[in-house]
């Protein structure tokens, strides 16, 4: 007898699968197509996007390199009154509100902080005030004298020194016055650094570097919209109508010529 031949015949090299083998899928495969399906939407965004993009990552970077690079600044603060000598149970009136926004002014120069007697830390002369700052209020006689350094000593030293040195300067001029001026809070160490502070400098860089992109994205999409509004009127402009007859010199040369036989 012949053998028998399927009409169907099998793809040569092509491996068929029983009808009890579960069907093995390509995962690896299946991600690769997605990848490259979504490689050149991601591409074109990153080119029509790159100058926002690059101040994003430049403001953060700056943020991040400022938090781990900058060096430590501590802050420690005392606070002083001013009181009006004449006043009823020692009790600061107007007078005293305005001679402690003048002791205020004077509390970081130096010659108001020759009079302490509390040690100064180390520091390169003239750079003294620097590290000292005064704030008062409007409405009470109250002095807030902030010192800073690189370390909690020498923050607490800063502050404790100018109030010192106030504190001496007023009992100097009491007399002349009328007001006397009294430590109420001495500076104590700070337990933590007030910068650098990594977290908030990368995100303050991040938010900077974001409204310069927002800028740069507004500039870039005002002027693609121009450059199109001057495509769009360029190609809108009408052309001579081809069902028009242009006028030519070969057809103007013949008319002219009829006439001037006719005139001779």
Known sequence: MMPQHDDKRRPAGRRVRPPGEPVRRRPRRAIVVAAGRARRPAGA?????????????????????YGLLAPTTYTAAAFVIVVEEEAAGGQSGPAAVSFAQAYGRLAPMPETLGHAR???????????????????SPDTPLIRLAGSGRTARDAAAYANAAADALVRYGAAHRADTGVRVALMTPAQPPAAPVSPNPPLDVLVGTVSGGLLAGLSAAVLSGRRGRAAAARGRGVAVPGPSAGAPARSTETAAPAGAGHAGVGS
């Open 45 to 65: 965004l990153l080119v029509r996007f790159r100058l926002p993009i690059a101040f994003v990552v430049a403001g953060f970077l700056g943020g991040l390199g």
């Open 118 to 136: 509390v040690r100064l830390p180390a520091t390169a002369p003239g750079a003294t005030r620097e590290h000292i700052q005064a704030s008062t």
